[in-house]
């Protein structure tokens, strides 16, 4: 089981350059389970950003308790897509990436 919830994604643009941000809260059921976000091996063609949430067991022995996390993906360069997918065990969740420039 795993929940992703408060998703959000960024472009940010500071200084001239854009870095591509996705964050948000995962729960888990123990505290030994690591939410990553990652692009996917195969990369499709559909007009929006695609990550996959992997859990990873950190081999801790831990109480089977349910847990929030915090995920952060990022990656130089921004996108030019406006939605990004989440993706994980079969189920999938879209957010709207939205823009976020500084002004020097």
Do not use: Y
Not at 17 to 41: C, M, N, S, W
């Amino acid at each position: 089981m795993a929940i992703i919830t408060n998703l959000v994604a960024v472009n940010d643009i500071a200084h001239g350059k854009q870095v591509f941000r996705v964050h948000g809260t995962v729960t888990v059921t123990t505290p030994a389970i690591e939410p990553l976000l990652v692009e996917p091996k195969l990369r499709h063609r559909g007009g929006w950003e695609v990550l996959e949430l992997q859990l990873q067991d950190s081999g801790a022995i831990a109480p089977q308790v349910v847990t929030e996390k915090t995920v952060v993906f990022e990656r130089a360069g921004g996108t030019g897509w406006k939605t990004v997918e989440v993706i994980h065990a079969g189920d999938s969740q879209r957010c709207e990436i939205r823009t976020i420039e500084a002004i020097d």
